[in-house]
């Protein structure tokens, strides 16, 4: 079993940013790759970013390509985006979740990186807030 907690939101003006962090434990092992999804009240939860497992292919929504950065430290078993020049359309609770597969298999068997159908396990959110 995985666990996942994130940290980091808050309340920030336009302009600024924010860095979020997502730890796992448990299970850690069994972990390939991460992604960060976020969810407005009354949304379907909907993907910003994922991460293979070694770091080294990343993956962005249109709306945060070139503002927002996904990165992860396997040794201390974490998780970040890091967010800048945040709008309040922003403004939304972010989950990191596990995918059940590696990104690889996934282009693969042409399973969307986009789709919450694939992870495996969540995180309990954390709201972050961009005034205008």
């Known amino acids: 079993q995985v666990q996942l907690v994130e940290s980091g939101g808050g309340l920030v003006q336009a302009g600024g940013s924010l860095s979020l962090s997502c730890a796992a434990s448990?299970?850690?092992?069994?972990?390939?790759?991460m992604g960060w999804f976020h969810q407005v009240p009354g949304k379907d939860r909907e993907f910003v970013a994922a991460i293979n497992w070694n770091g080294q292919s990343t993956y962005y929504a249109d709306f945060v390509k070139g503002r927002f950065t996904i990165s992860r430290d396997n040794a201390k078993r974490m998780v970040y985006l890091q967010m800048n020049s945040l709008k309040p359309e922003d403004t939304a609770v972010y989950y990191c979740g596990a995918y059940k597969y590696a990104i690889a298999t996934m282009l693969l068997i042409k399973h969307p990186l986009n789709g919450t159908r694939d992870i495996e396990v969540w995180g309990q959110g954390t709201l972050v807030t961009v005034s205008s």
């Open positions: 448990g299970r850690t092992s069994t972990i390939d790759a």
